[in-house]
């Protein structure tokens, strides 16, 4: 069983397009997060949900926007892709925000924008 | 603000030794630290975390790491490497005051280990 999963695994797109990429975690928790990790394998976060609120938002162009649904599901929506916005984005839920849970992490979505 | 080193690109370590994998942190307050690993073309898996307590936290497949508060590190160790363990190792902090969860990451450090 697939505790964090993504969908789709790998994507390509041209410049100017609109893409979502789905995640689902059948873990029971209540706190979400999407990361970007580049070419040089650096991870930084982007958004994060508690109880399907918005509680972090880094500095993240507004062509990014996230949607839950409900607790176990997170969306990212880009628009108007950039060369730039290749990476590959993970997912990851943990219990909850504010204790120092672990976070478990998808398989990863490869964007590339060409 | 807070933030964490991985000073090694990559460690070279062969088979049946043992390693290291460095990380030193920064926060304002008491941090709480994690080692996540990373194998190709998969997503992080939890190895082990400081809370508080022991400052040596031993985690999965035989790693441990010792906490000190007065270097500010994190060092990730296995007493004898396997080829298996070749992988990308992040450290990462978060500051006991947050409440949103968010962890800091290192930019990795590439274990290779040879047989």
């Known amino acids: 069983d697939t505790a964090v999963s993504q969908t789709p695994k790998y994507l390509v797109t041209q410049m100017g397009n609109d893409k979502s990429i789905k995640c689902e975690q059948n873990?029971?928790?209540?706190?979400m997060y999407w990361y970007k990790q580049d070419s040089k394998k650096f991870l930084k976060i982007m958004f994060s949900?508690?109880?399907?609120?918005?509680?972090i938002n880094e500095t993240v162009p507004n062509r990014f926007s996230p949607k839950s649904p409900d607790k176990a599901h997170l969306n990212l929506h880009i628009n108007s892709l950039e060369l730039g916005d290749s990476a590959v984005y993970f997912c990851?839920?943990?219990?909850?925000?504010?204790?120092?849970?672990?976070?478990?992490f998808g398989p990863g979505t490869r964007l590339t924008v060409t | 603000a807070q933030s964490v080193a991985q000073p090694e690109d990559q460690v070279n370590v062969a088979e049946g030794n043992p390693l290291t994998v460095k990380c030193t942190y920064s926060v304002s307050g008491n941090p709480y630290l994690f080692w996540y690993v990373q194998y190709p073309n998969r997503g992080l898996q939890f190895l082990l975390k400081?809370?508080?307590?022991?400052?040596l936290v031993k985690g999965s497949y035989g790693f441990e790491a010792e906490f000190n508060k007065s270097q500010t590190s994190f060092h990730l160790k296995k007493p004898s490497a396997l080829v298996s363990d070749s992988a990308l190792y992040f450290c990462?902090?978060?500051?006991?005051?947050?409440?949103?969860?968010?962890?800091?990451f290192g930019k990795g450090t590439k274990l290779s280990v040879k047989p």
């Open positions: 400081y809370i508080t307590g022991d400052n």
């Open positions: 990851a839920s943990s219990p909850g925000a504010g204790l120092p849970y672990e976070q478990y």
């Open positions: 873990l029971g928790h209540d706190t």
């Open positions: 949900y508690n109880n399907k609120e918005l509680i």
């Open positions: 990462a902090v978060r500051d006991v005051g947050g409440s949103q969860g968010n962890l800091i």
